[in-house]
């Protein structure tokens, strides 16, 4: 990791420096909870430039429910930092499998969850046409996605490093 | 803009078609003009893409509004993801010209240009805005006789710096929209808490997915409701299918009937469970089934 995490996340406008690790975040989690997630820790670590927490899972337990965002004293954007981190993460090559797939599923369908034999039977039952209004029925729109994500360079972003 | 695209998304035309049908059948008994946005992708999904790479999600998100804004309609969602999806894209691209600029060099690519011109809505705020409760009570011709444990989600009021709907620890706003269908939004424990499947962890890890949905549902049994309702297909799904996936993780005995808010209107609206697709969900449960027949049949 070259950049630093403080900087970058200040270039995004997100200054962690006002944190006083109160610990709301953390209080407020539904998923820490349950979970590893330690939003109160991630923020120190980064403040810190300890680019090991890109590398930990528990940055993929946050469902982004914003609750930690909503309540921080120090009005935070957390989730908002968060996401970058995950940005930033996946730049140096961190992401989940599963995560891999539905990005490989979005550029080969245009849809991060497509149809199936059994949804489009559901339709027929319902009066509703087997193949929806989307991308999925014209070829030229699935063009369109495919060669935009080809644009954004999404195909060697997401491919296994 | 008073007339609206209806953006579908991937889970409800490619999973619950019954929600597509109910917001059709809904939006045509309320005469709100909605047409069908043709060759529409993945919003894309928040949690995956928002958090891999921004100009890609702003890419693949100016994409979908674009196709909107030639057919100078504003968007309306039936879904918190797509809503937070498209609206926070909307939002960033009108706000920075960098950010446009940035975008619109991706678009050029395939003959698009993101111009501003459309809004995002959501079908819960446009309803509570648009028409409010009490005018849509003016529609109801089957007052549900139903408790209901209403589920809000995420992103239809967070963050509310963009979404500007009030405060998210107690909002009210989509409760009055439930009890204009007659039936009654009961209060229960964490009410506001996450559904648990946001932000890539139901496909990322998906047994503190389910341990978190666990939670939500023994406090939604506790509240004693006859169905949940939601705004949003990805919590539906997580709701229906996860329901499953808990009983058979944890040996519990769930059994709750999960309503999209169209599929909870559109029976208000007298519609059938089975025009509604309601019968289509994984929880298959007779007696609310045998309930709403008897309320339609009129002899609750």
Redesign the interface.
């Known amino acids: 990791m070259s950049e630093e995490l403080p900087k970058v996340l200040k270039a995004a406008g997100l200054d962690l420096l006002s944190c006083m690790q109160c610990g709301t975040c953390t209080g407020s989690c539904?998923?820490g909870?349950?979970?590893g997630l330690n939003t109160r820790r991630i923020l120190r670590d980064a403040r810190k430039n300890r680019t090991a927490i890109l590398s930990d899972?528990a940055l993929?337990?946050?469902?982004?429910?914003?609750?930690c965002?909503?309540r921080c004293p120090r009005n935070i954007?957390i989730?908002?930092a968060l996401?970058e981190l995950?940005?930033l993460a996946?730049k140096e090559g961190f992401?989940?499998p599963?995560?891999r797939r539905?990005?490989e599923m979005?550029m080969e369908c245009?849809?991060?969850?497509?149809?199936?034999e059994e949804?489009k039977q559901?339709?027929e039952?319902?009066?509703?046409d087997s193949i929806?209004?989307?991308?999925q029925?014209?070829p030229?729109?699935?063009q369109?996605?495919k060669?935009?994500?080809k644009?954004?360079k999404?195909d060697e972003?997401?491919a296994e490093k | 803009m008073e007339k609206l695209s209806l953006f579908?998304g991937?889970?409800v035309?490619?999973?619950y078609?019954?929600i597509?049908?109910a917001t059709k059948l809904c939006l045509q008994k309320l005469e709100i003009d909605a047409a069908?946005?043709?060759?529409?992708?993945?919003c894309?999904?928040?949690?995956?893409?928002?958090?891999?790479?921004?100009?890609?999600w702003l890419?693949?998100a100016s994409?979908n509004i674009v196709l909107s804004e030639k057919m100078e309609r504003d968007i309306l969602t039936v879904c918190n993801g797509c809503y937070g999806s498209l609206a926070d894209a909307n939002l960033e691209l009108k706000k920075s010209p960098e950010l446009r600029e940035c975008t619109n060099r991706?678009?050029k690519?395939?003959g698009m240009e993101f111009q501003g011109t459309a809004e995002v809505r959501h079908i819960v705020e446009f309803l509570y805005k648009e028409l409010g409760p009490e005018r849509l009570k003016e529609y109801v011709t089957i007052p549900l006789d139903l408790k209901v444990a209403l589920h809000y989600g995420?992103?239809l009021i967070?963050?509310?710096?963009d979404r500007k709907l009030g405060e998210?620890?107690a909002p009210v706003f989509f409760d009055e929209l439930v009890e204009a269908t007659g039936a009654k939004s009961v209060d229960y424990t964490?009410k506001?808490?996450?559904c648990?499947?946001?932000?890539?962890?139901r496909?990322?890890?998906a047994a503190?997915?389910l341990?978190?949905l666990e939670?939500k549902l023994a406090c939604i049994r506790k509240a004693g409701v006859d169905c949940i309702v939601n705004a949003c297909p990805f919590c539906h799904l997580q709701f229906d299918r996860g329901q499953l996936a808990v009983n058979e993780r944890y040996g519990t005995d769930y059994s709750i009937p999960v309503l999209h808010y169209s599929q909870l209107l559109g029976l208000a609206l007298g519609f059938s469970p089975y025009?509604l697709?309601i019968e289509?969900n994984a929880v298959q449960n007779i007696e609310f089934l045998a309930k709403i027949y008897e309320i339609s049949a009129g002899l609750r």
């Open positions: 539904p998923s909870r349950h979970t899972d993929w337990l946050c469902t982004t429910c914003y609750t965002q909503e954007p989730t908002d996401l995950r940005r996946v992401m989940l599963e995560h539905i990005s979005v245009g849809h991060a969850v497509p149809l199936d949804t559901k339709r039952e319902l009066g509703l929806p209004e989307t991308v029925k014209y030229e729109a699935l369109e996605v060669n935009l994500l644009a954004c999404f972003l997401t | 579908l991937c889970i035309p490619n999973r078609p019954g597509e049908k069908d946005l043709p060759g529409a992708s993945c894309p999904a928040p949690g995956v893409f928002k958090s891999f790479n921004k100009a890609t890419a693949l994409r991706c678009l690519e395939i995420c992103h967070k963050p509310s710096r998210t620890d964490d506001m808490m996450c648990g499947a946001g932000g890539g962890v496909s990322g890890h503190e997915s341990e978190m939670h025009e697709g289509q």
